[in-house]
């Protein structure tokens, strides 16, 4: 089974304060994703990358930064955290490329709150 | 860009059958995903679609009409677990390196006794 692991499932800090948020998948996998989640907002994409040290924005990058400095760990950085950074974060990966490798899994998130 | 709808909310009962449909428009289209999700857990894949027609497994099956932009996901003989958000994503053909998945809001639904 494919397992992705998150370093937390909650956390506080406050506005201003420097937080990574990491991701770790065992599965060998190729691509990495960071979503933010939000009632009445569903699931929006942050960055991803296909590839160690590669990195692709998302549909909202403003704010955030990553890195992928190993091939099975996604870092997902809010270099000043403000309030309306507070959100789920979910981590996903998957295989690759073509029909049926592009299935991501998700990690089980982190509740960010920012104070 | 991609715009996906599917309902806010809906409510069924146990050991009925239940509908959920996901409309898109996008700008390219290269296959289409159905999630579920617990309150407080990750998204966890159901199905994925890339032709036309029904894909069954089990309880659930998915459809898709690419010339309708269109496609559902059946839950047969519901049980009280799958009380849960749905949600549906489309793969951009545009993703290049990448394949990014744009997810619609998620439909919730609650199974009564």
């Known amino acids: 089974d494919v397992k992705v692991t998150q370093s937390s499932r909650y956390l506080v800090k406050r506005t201003g304060e420097k937080v990574f948020l990491e991701c770790v998948q065992d599965m060998d996998h190729e691509n990495m994703f960071w979503y933010r989640q939000d009632p009445g907002l569903g699931l929006r994409l942050i960055y991803f990358s296909y590839d160690v040290k590669m990195k692709e924005k998302g549909d909202i990058p403003e704010g955030y930064s990553v890195s992928r400095e190993k091939k099975e760990r996604f870092s997902l950085i809010l270099e000043s955290a403000s309030t309306n950074q507070t959100s789920m974060y979910l981590c996903?990966?998957?295989?690759?490329?073509?029909?049926?490798?592009?299935?991501?899994?998700f990690g089980p998130g982190t509740r960010l709150l920012v104070l | 860009g991609q715009n996906i709808d599917q309902p806010t909310e809906m409510t069924a009962t146990e050991g009925a059958i239940v509908q959920i449909n996901c409309t898109y428009q996008?700008?390219?289209?290269?296959?289409l995903f159905w999630y579920q999700q617990h309150a407080g857990e990750a998204p966890t894949f159901l199905s994925y679609?890339?032709?036309?027609g029904l894909e069954e497994k089990g309880r659930f099956s998915s459809f898709l009409s690419r010339s309708k932009g269109y496609s559902y996901l059946l839950l047969k003989e519901l049980q009280m677990k799958d009380s849960a958000s749905y949600l549906c994503a489309v793969r951009d053909q545009a993703g290049g390196a990448g394949n990014m998945l744009t997810f619609g809001g998620g439909t919730r639904l609650m199974v009564k006794p």
């Open positions: 996008t700008s390219g289209f290269n296959g």
């Open positions: 996903a990966s998957s295989l690759g490329r073509g029909p049926y490798q592009e299935t991501q899994y």
């Open positions: 679609n890339v032709l036309d």
